[in-house]
């Protein structure tokens, strides 16, 4: 009896067993079921944007064709045609372009040497005390000059002192040997390779081509620097003396008035 109640109770805990593997089954079924309805969504919504990008791709080559975007084969010989005489021009514009680089170059040559050839003048700014009680117009008028020469002579004339200078060309360094080179002055000698080296003994150069006197006025304040014989004023025998040597003098002048003079210190 007691074997029997063994055997029943097994069975049922068989039965309740496969009930509950039933159950997971059918949950599980359930949970695909809703899984494939969820993908089968997604591929219907998918085909369905597929569809539309197909479809406007379509729209949007035809309305291409219709524009004119695949062209004709006349107008691709035109195309070509033009392509060509593009790069045509462009080959000829690169010629005009290196043909403009030369010139410029050869241009900024010749004028780096005529800059070299230029003699030391410039224009001296100072507004001296001759140009007081001018209008601004008037003293854009004035030419300041800066000069260097010779004076060969100095004298009075009814209380207005005068010079009269023989104006010359001052050069040093390189811009001397150069000058003096132009004019058959330079030293020369012969290196061990047989090129000629020019040079000056004193490094630098006068060049006075034109030795006509210019008498000029002296501004009743006139300065004179580089001179130790003269420090205050300007006495005339003493400036006669110093003259006599010949230095190379500087002159600021102001309209043609000479309103500073300066001794040229020399290297």
């Known amino acids: ?28 079924l359930v949970s695909i079921s809703k899984e ?43 195309a070509t045609e033009n392509i060509d005489e593009v790069k045509k021009m462009n080959d000829s514009l690169q010629e005009e372009l290196m043909k403009l680089k030369t010139d410029i170059s050869d241009y900024k040559e010749k004028l780096s040497l005529r800059t070299d050839d230029i003699p030391e003048v410039s224009m001296d700014t100072v507004i001296t005390d001759s140009s007081k009680g001018k209008s601004a117009d008037d003293i854009k008028k004035l ?62 150069y006068v060049s006075n081509t034109n030795t006509k006197l210019r008498r000029l006025e002296l501004n009743d304040k006139v300065r004179i620097q580089n001179l130790n014989q003269i420090s205050k004023g300007f006495p005339l025998k003493a400036f006669q003396k110093i003259i006599s040597n010949d230095p190379i003098m500087v002159l600021e002048m102001n309209d043609g008035i000479v309103y500073k003079i300066t001794k040229q210190k020399l290297p």
């Open 143 to 204: 030419k300041f000059q800066k000069q260097h020469c010779y004076v060969k002579n100095v004298f009075r004339t009814n209380g207005v002192i005068f010079i009269e200078a023989d104006f010359i060309e001052y050069y040093k360094g390189r811009k001397a040997v150069k000058k003096a080179k132009e004019n058959n002055d330079a030293e020369y000698d012969i290196d061990k390779n047989g090129d000629t080296l020019y040079f000056l003994y004193d490094n630098y």
């Open 1 to 28: 009896m007691k074997n029997k109640e063994d055997e029943l109770l097994s069975v049922q805990y068989r039965i309740e067993k496969s009930g509950m593997k039933q159950q997971k089954l059918e949950d599980r």
């Open 36 to 78: 494939l309805k969820r993908s089968k969504r997604n591929s219907i919504i998918f085909m369905i944007l597929f569809f539309l990008v197909v479809i406007g791709m379509s729209f949007a080559m035809y309305y291409l064709n219709e524009d004119g975007f695949n062209p004709s084969p006349d107008q691709s010989l035109d």
